[in-house]
């Protein structure tokens, strides 16, 4: 009997079943459109903890696990802060498992006629799910958030050795990071 490729993409989750950040409805339909079908990008949602969402993010730094309860406070902390938070993550629709995550927070100006500008925070692809794109999808994603929430620009940190990434998903090299570690 020939070997079992995929496992069945009934165990997917849509969006209408999920209790979601922000609305899908803002993540540009270019970018999704541009997705591998057995992938696909939406916002966090508050059951992400069971889908590997710290697994992912510790693939970019320590995510020691808080527990449950403790993730899903953080969750409806970060919804409440209203229009600020938009975290996205992309699914493999084959596991319903995080590949792929990343956040844009958006911090008001009093300059510049109340500006704002949109920070891209914490992308962090699935050690096994690098090279086909993803990163850019969410890069992507971010920027059309951030943009459209009326960002005069976008911004992020990054080591030297993501400086080609960044590049490719069309950022380039301004000023210099300080840092204070406490
Ligand atoms: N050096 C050179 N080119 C790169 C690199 C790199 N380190 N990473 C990706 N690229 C290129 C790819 O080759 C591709 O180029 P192409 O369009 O010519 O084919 C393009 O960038 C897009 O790459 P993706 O496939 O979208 O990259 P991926 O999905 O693997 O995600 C990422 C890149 C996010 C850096 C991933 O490797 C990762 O999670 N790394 C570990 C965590 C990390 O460092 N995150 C970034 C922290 S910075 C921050 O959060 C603001």
């Known amino acids: 009997m020939a070997a079992i490729t995929r ?6 989750t849509p969006d209408s079943e999920l209790d979601l950040l922000f609305s899908p409805d803002i993540i540009s339909l270019e970018v999704k459109s541009a997705l ?17 969402h710290l697994s992912v993010l510790s693939v970019l730094t320590a995510a020691p696990d808080p527990g449950e309860a403790a993730w899903v406070s953080h969750f409806e902390a970060l919804r409440a802060s209203g229009s600020t938070y938009y975290t996205l993550v992309i699914v493999d629709k084959r596991t319903d498992r995080i590949a792929g995550v990343g956040t844009v927070f958006i911090e008001r100006k009093f300059q510049r006629g109340l500006s704002c500008v949109g920070h891209i925070e914490d992308i962090a692809v699935d050690e096994k799910q690098q090279g086909k794109k993803l990163g850019l999808r969410i890069i992507q994603a971010l920027t059309g958030i951030s943009e459209n929430s009326g960002a005069y620009k976008t911004i992020l940190n990054c080591s030297d ?7 490719k998903c069309g950022f380039e090299k301004k ?8």
Do not use: W
């Open 7 to 12: 496992i069945d993409a009934t165990c997917f």
């Open 36 to 52: 591998h079908p057995d992938v696909h990008i939406r916002p966090l949602a508050s059951t992400d903890y069971k889908r590997g």
């Open 161 to 167: 050795k993501n400086i080609p990434f960044y590049q």
């Open 175 to 182: 000023e210099n990071e300080m840092a204070k570690y406490t």
